[in-house]
């Protein structure tokens, strides 16, 4: 591993119902090449407002490793195929090894 850079990239967090929905996500943004990676972390307790009531749900939630240069066609994509109808979607930049951002920026 070479040694942290300024280099950035961009992680994008969301939540879906199920782990199915997770899975099929995370599956068609790396088949489609939009993202190199995706994490899932199942399990996830959300406590929100929703049409004037608390709710409390499980959720599982999905890390999605993005180059700059994809991020917006990745956006559109997920805007598309988020299965709720207000999803919060969270783009966060981040640093990382000049190899892995290379890895980011090669992708077809």
């Not at 280099?7 to 199915?20: D, L, N, W």
């Not at 099929?24 to 959300?46: F, G, K, T």
């Not at 207000?86 to 640093?95: C, H, S």
Request: with cysteine; aromatic share 12%.
């Amino acid at each position: 591993m070479t040694a942290v850079f300024n280099t950035e990239i961009k992680v994008v967090y969301t939540t879906v119902h199920t782990a199915a929905q997770a899975e099929e996500l995370a599956l068609q943004a790396v088949v489609l090449r939009y993202v190199a990676c995706v994490n899932i972390h199942p399990h996830v307790m959300s406590i929100y407002a929703w049409n004037n009531t608390i709710e409390k749900s499980e959720e599982v939630s999905l890390l999605f490793k993005v180059s700059k240069k994809k991020l917006n066609d990745f956006l559109k994509w997920l805007d598309l195929y988020h299965p709720y109808d207000v999803p919060a979607v969270l783009i966060y930049d981040a640093g990382t090894t000049k190899d892995y951002a290379s890895f980011l920026e090669t992708l077809p």
